[in-house]
């Protein structure tokens, strides 16, 4: 086994890199659900197109807009990069007491049953988009990887995104080619010549796909009574919409997505990037780097959708969607620590380290919550709102999320859920609250 590296020693705490991990984590889980919660609350094509779902107006169509840039796929990478640290943390901490041997029993242990909160997750809770299954998964096959050094971590994740981008350009090149094909053959009809069974096949085809970027009101309302029924038709819909996600390639695109980050994570984590330690120098060049990349193919994807009305045409900048977002993945935490090192003791930066400690507890609590407000088992809010109206109900939870955190473990050592996990991984039950001396009778603001 290579030798930890000497510079993890570096001026910073054990604790304050602690608490650097668990505020990006607290920052990550928060900004994932501003993606998720729109699962919770609008048809699925609100995902793709906003003027199919979602409320019109320059509000809506912004928010959209700017999610898409910002955040889409980028908070899901943030996420996916403390996982890859967390190996590291979870594997250094374990290892002095508990031994070699003993460190893959409980880190396999622990995945395992990481597995079995994404399956309840996804289908007792109502989660079909569920990402804990998938870091599972990736976990299962990461472990050995946490010995390499960061430089391998990083050539053996840019493979990975190559390979990811290549598959992402063939599938864009060949829908780009079909478009063009089909409507030279559109424009031949219109003029009224007569087609042969081949074009009208390839034509009816691409307006499929093409309506497929749409949806009817027929479609919107099949989709709100699917969600806002009753209790059997609400997890009969949910468990459909779980099955037609986990194919076998899906599940290794998304796995393989995944594992990709949590190397970088890794990696970050041995050049004490991804703890907060380097310089305020360092963490600037940082986000100016991603943001730089990022920022530009996103702006010129988004831009090309809205000038094609979101026809699958013209997306050939899809293809660029992994690169452009590992990059705003490096970019936002850059500009996070530069504000973490401004300002880590404030109230803010102490409730998201306190939300990031709790992160699989805020997590599946995003999605208990959301669906007693839009689905069939609460309010039955889905399809209700438009995407202004969403985001003022996420607003509100986030502070309700970051106020209880920091509530709670002013009392308990673990998060709800966290404390479960662990019991479960180390086979018996684990103290949960703080010894009298070192719990607050409050919060302190």
């Known amino acids: 086994m290579n030798q930890p590296d000497q510079s993890l020693t570096g001026p910073a705490t054990a604790s304050a890199r602690i608490d650097a991990l668990d505020a990006l984590r607290g920052f990550a889980v928060l900004g994932i659900f501003v993606i998720n919660i729109i699962g919770f609350a609008l048809p699925e094509i609100a995902f793709s197109n906003p003027k199919a779902a979602g409320g019109e107006g320059a509000l809506n169509y912004g928010l959209w807009t700017v999610s898409t840039v910002f955040v889409e796929g980028a908070m899901r990478g943030l996420f996916?990069?403390?996982?890859?640290?967390?190996?590291?943390?979870?594997?250094?901490?374990?290892?002095?007491?508990?031994?070699?041997?003993?460190?893959?029993?409980?880190?396999?242990?622990?995945?395992?049953?990481?597995?079995?909160?994404?399956?309840?997750?996804?289908?007792?809770?109502?989660?079909?988009?569920?990402?804990?299954?998938?870091?599972?998964?990736?976990?299962?096959?990461?472990?050995?990887?946490?010995?390499?050094?960061?430089?391998?971590?990083?050539?053996?994740?840019?493979?990975?995104l190559a390979g990811l981008t290549l598959n992402s350009f063939v599938g864009?090149?060949?829908?780009?080619?079909?478009?063009?094909?089909?409507?030279?053959?559109?424009?031949?009809?219109?003029?009224?010549?007569?087609?042969?069974?081949?074009?009208?096949?390839?034509?009816?085809?691409?307006?499929?796909?093409?309506?497929?970027?749409?949806?009817?009101?027929?479609?919107?309302?099949?989709?709100?009574?699917?969600?806002?029924?009753?209790?059997?038709?609400?997890?009969?819909?949910?468990?459909?919409?779980?099955?037609?996600?986990?194919?076998?390639?899906?599940?290794?695109?998304?796995?393989?997505?995944?594992?990709?980050?949590?190397?970088?994570?890794?990696?970050?984590?041995?050049?004490?990037?991804?703890?907060?330690?380097?310089?305020?120098?360092?963490?600037?060049?940082?986000?100016?780097?991603?943001?730089?990349?990022?920022?530009?193919?996103?702006?010129?994807?988004?831009?090309?959708?809205?000038?094609?009305?979101?026809?699958?045409?013209?997306?050939?900048?899809?293809?660029?969607?992994?690169?452009?977002?590992?990059?705003?993945?490096?970019?936002?935490?850059?500009?996070f620590f530069l504000l973490w090192k401004a300002a880590s003791s404030s109230l803010p930066f102490r409730a998201l380290t306190a939300a990031g400690r709790m992160a699989l507890s805020n997590y599946i609590g995003q999605t208990i919550i959301a669906n007693l407000i839009f689905s069939g088992v609460g309010l039955g809010l889905f399809g209700a709102m438009d995407r202004a109206q969403i985001y003022l109900v996420m607003i509100v939870i986030w502070i309700a999320q970051l106020a209880f955190s920091l509530w709670w473990l002013s009392r308990f050592r673990f998060g709800p859920l966290e404390w479960g996990w662990r019991c479960l991984t180390y086979g018996r039950r684990q103290p949960l609250r703080k010894p009298p001396a070192t719990a607050d009778k409050g919060i302190a603001l």
């Open 80 to 160: 996916s990069l403390m996982f890859g640290a967390g190996v590291m943390l979870f594997t250094a901490r374990a290892l002095y007491p508990d031994g070699p041997i003993r460190i893959a029993d409980l880190y396999y242990r622990r995945t395992l049953w990481l597995l079995v909160f994404g399956v309840f997750h996804a289908l007792a809770l109502l989660m079909p988009g569920d990402i804990l299954q998938i870091y599972a998964m990736a976990g299962l096959v990461i472990f050995p990887f946490r010995i390499l050094k960061p430089a391998k971590l990083i050539l053996i994740a840019g493979v990975i």
């Open 172 to 335: 864009e090149a060949l829908q780009t080619v079909e478009g063009n094909i089909a409507l030279g053959i559109e424009a031949r009809e219109n003029a009224g010549e007569a087609l042969s069974e081949g074009e009208e096949a390839l034509l009816a085809d691409w307006r499929e796909q093409v309506a497929g970027n749409w949806a009817t009101q027929e479609q919107l309302d099949e989709q709100i009574a699917s969600r806002t029924g009753d209790i059997a038709t609400v997890y009969s819909s949910n468990a459909a919409i779980v099955a037609s996600y986990s194919g076998v390639i899906d599940l290794l695109w998304w796995s393989a997505d995944a594992f990709m980050m949590m190397l970088i994570g890794m990696a970050f984590y041995q050049w004490r990037i991804i703890t907060g330690e380097r310089s305020t120098r360092f963490y600037l060049s940082l986000a100016a780097c991603g943001y730089a990349v990022g920022l530009t193919l996103r702006i010129i994807a988004v831009t090309q959708r809205w000038e094609a009305d979101f026809s699958p045409i013209l997306w050939t900048w899809a293809t660029f969607q992994q690169i452009g977002r590992v990059a705003m993945v490096i970019g936002h935490m850059g500009m």
